[in-house]
């Protein structure tokens, strides 16, 4: 058999173990559906009705925010996830068998990729009922979705080198979320970057959760959006191109760090 | 040096391995005949755990090598992991799978088909007595079901060596011989099994060969039966129910004995070492009822592996001073000696 056909059947093998866990323990499945409704509900009539002049036009500017800062944030589950398989020896069981080396990340990152997908079919509905519509075309839409996944792709490889390093379980419940705050909200994931002190703007206009963002606001059409101020730095002009460049990146650099990491990780 | 003959089913040789300013292994020798048991023997911290970690893939030593199923495990571990079967100090297992669906992803694993891989994982459950608990979510298993679900995963691929890191480490007295008996049945089969432990009784019982290690090195070696030959002699304890007569067994036993007796005042006890076995234990007891001295307990018996592990390392194999890790001396009897 060759190398990639055992690889992608090892990867997928994890990717169904994995996918067990959560089916298993409805709590985790619970905290990636609930957090995203309750953040669409907060934001959409806690913020909605103080941020400019019109709470509708809010709201559709919020969902691509919350689109982006949800799928980020679900990084957070491939860090823990790693983290416990280390803690318990479930990674030694697998790297003592004949199995594809990159299997167990890319299970593991597949797996929340799908948890993602879920989260973001949950929050759409909830976004529906508060208002928030898709006026693009439906490929564009497509593109939305499919930026926002591969990005939540992008992101989990991150986790994932984040729980190794975190090297308990413990650690990575707060190093899976800690870097998240910073990233997610120094952007114009829920206010307008235009409107921020200096460094904050320059890191927000480059941070590639904003681009995801608008890009996601782009292709689904929502332009009254603009309505709190527009930037007009280089990424928030070329947001979906940004964004993908952002998400590639991401993988080019993460996915050989996490690999690496992991052949040493558990080497000790 | 070419690769070792199929009779040896490991070899490693002057396995070195340092952990910071930590000499875990320092040169450890082994080699295991194809079809036996080799107990690796010895304290927490000794380097059990790192000789299994290095001769299963997980770790590269500094220096020396080792040949596993005749495959090099620093040039070809792939072909090393095909050849083991491992279950861990901490048993593997998912918890949120059933115990079924922890076989079968291990058979796929390895690398079977669909098919190949559930019968394997029926068949496994129903050897190692859990196709009561096949469907239920591993997280309700008791720990000797846990380490017996474990034991079947490194059994998955009916490997040529099976490796077994503390197997019944942290259980119950049931569960431990539960698992000796699981293992028992492994050896009858004609298994190669590597097992570390740091319980005496466990080598006794199970290893053809030991290897007692300490400190990263390897301080002795042969069977239980060698081992204790070592040490030499039987030895005589006899209990009294008066402390004040403890010295008048002492005399006695010095007398038919072939070294100094030792006293344990707390449990009124003598011992010494004796060469000539009950012909001794007669003639002390005839002594001792001369001089009116109400014996309550006698016995008479060969060292232990106790005795052996006091002799060579100067302590007791379950006095080291170590952090212990979560359930380790569970279960385990306090023994004064």
């Known amino acids: ?268 | 040096m070419p690769p070792p003959a199929s009779s040896i089913a490991v070899r490693a040789e002057a396995l070195v391995k340092t952990f910071g300013s930590t000499r875990a292994l320092d040169g450890v020798d082994l080699e295991i005949p194809a079809g036996t048991v080799l107990g690796l023997l010895g304290p927490n911290g000794a380097g059990k755990t790192t000789t299994v970690r290095i001769l299963t893939t997980l770790l590269r030593p500094d220096s020396g090598r080792a040949f596993v199923a005749g495959h090099d495990v620093i040039a070809d571990p792939d072909a090393v992991r095909r050849s083991i079967g491992l279950s861990g100090q901490y048993a593997a297992v998912d918890e949120h799978l059933t115990g079924y669906e922890n076989l079968y992803m291990v058979g796929r694993l390895y690398g079977k088909n669909r098919t190949d891989a559930t019968a394997r994982a029926r068949e496994l459950l129903s050897r190692f007595r859990l196709q009561d608990a096949a469907d239920r979510p591993a997280k309700t298993y008791s720990g000797g079901m846990r380490r017996r679900l474990d034991l079947a995963g490194a059994l998955v691929a009916e490997p040529a060596v099976v490796v077994l890191d503390e197997p019944t480490t942290g259980l119950d007295p049931r569960g431990r011989l539960d698992t000796w008996e699981v293992i028992g049945e492994l050896v009858a089969d004609g298994a190669t099994v590597l097992l570390t432990t740091q319980y005496l009784e466990e080598a006794d019982q199970l290893a053809n060969t030991i290897l007692v290690i300490d400190h990263g090195k390897v301080i002795a070696s042969g069977t239980a039966d060698q081992l204790k030959g070592q040490v030499g002699g039987e030895r005589l304890e006899i209990v009294v129910g008066e402390p004040a007569e403890l010295a008048a067994v002492s005399r006695v036993l010095a007398e038919v004995g072939s070294d100094e007796p030792t006293t344990d005042e707390q449990h009124r006890r003598v011992q010494v070492k004796v060469d000539t076995g009950p012909k001794a234990l007669v003639e002390a007891l005839r002594r001792l009822d001369q001089e009116s001295v109400a014996v309550l307990d006698v016995a008479l018996h060969r060292p232990t592996l106790d005795d052996v592990f006091l002799s060579l390392t100067g302590h007791a194999a379950e006095d080291e001073p170590e952090v212990e890790t979560e359930g380790k001396r569970k279960g385990r009897k306090a023994k004064s000696r």
């Open chain 1, 1 to 268: 058999m060759s190398v990639i056909t055992a690889g992608t059947r090892d990867s997928g093998v994890v990717t169904w173990r994995n996918l067990m866990n959560v089916r298993r323990q409805p709590d985790l499945l619970l905290g990636a559906t609930l957090q995203p409704i309750m953040f669409v509900l907060l934001f959409a009539f806690v913020f909605g009705n103080s941020i400019g002049d019109d709470p509708g036009a809010y709201r559709e500017f919020l969902m691509g925010g919350i689109f982006a800062q949800t799928v980020a944030f679900n990084s957070a589950y491939t860090t823990i996830g790693m983290a416990a398989d280390l803690e318990k020896g479930v990674i030694d069981r697998f790297r003592s068998l004949p199995m594809s080396r990159a299997a167990v990340l890319i299970g593991r990152t597949t797996s929340d990729l799908v948890v993602s997908a879920l989260g973001l079919l949950v929050m759409s509905v909830c976004g529906l009922l508060v208002g928030w519509r898709i006026r693009g075309s439906v490929l564009d839409a497509v593109f939305g979705y499919g930026v926002l996944l591969l990005f939540s792709f992008a992101v989990s490889w991150v986790g994932a080198w984040v729980g190794m390093v975190s090297g308990s379980v413990q650690v990575a419940q707060s190093a899976g979320f800690i870097w998240m705050f910073p990233v997610t909200f120094i952007s114009s994931a829920f206010v307008s970057a235009s409107s921020m002190p200096g460094p904050l703007k320059a890191f927000a206009e480059w941070n590639p959760v904003t681009a995801v963002a608008d890009a996601a606001r782009e292709l689904f059409g929502n332009k009254r959006a603009g309505v709190l101020g527009q930037s007009d730095a280089w990424p928030a002009q070329h947001s979906v191109l940004y964004a993908t460049l952002s998400c590639v990146v991401l993988l080019v650099v993460f996915t050989p760090i996490a690999v690496a990491k992991y052949r040493k990780v558990a080497s000790k």
